[in-house]
């Protein structure tokens, strides 16, 4: 079984910041990319920043310059440091990682979601 599980999610005042993680276990031979995805009340998921396991990431414009993905191979985890947080951020966050397990499936995971309110 695999496991991912999001945490640092919270209320923040506009242009202040939050650090997401997202914490991958249980039976995992390898990890390949990993992303984070957002998804506002009335909306569908959107793509918020990926990253391969060489370190390569993508960022769409409405999140460039302001959010950072990073990854720690050793304890398979994926971070997500946002910052000037709009209210427009405002959404659930949830983690995605395609991974191989050791039992030989290869297939993309997701975590529960953790809720990110930006608000005056």
């Known amino acids: 079984q695999v496991q991912l599980v999001e945490s640092g999610g919270g209320l923040v005042q506009p242009g202040g910041s939050l650090r997401l993680a997202c914490a991958a276990s249980g039976s995992i031979f390898r990890i390949d990319a990993m992303a984070w995805y957002r998804q506002a009340p009335g909306k569908g998921r959107e793509l918020v920043a990926s990253i391969s396991s060489g370190g390569d990431t993508v960022y769409p414009d409405s999140v460039k310059g302001r959010f950072t993905i990073s990854r720690d191979n050793i304890k398979n985890t994926a971070y997500l440091q946002m910052n000037s947080l709009k209210p427009e951020d405002t959404a659930v966050y949830y983690c995605?990682?395609?991974?191989?397990?050791?039992?030989?499936?290869?297939?993309?995971?997701w975590g529960q979601g953790t809720q990110v309110t930006v608000s005056s």
């Open positions: 995605n990682a395609n991974l191989a397990t050791r039992d030989g499936y290869n297939r993309y995971y």
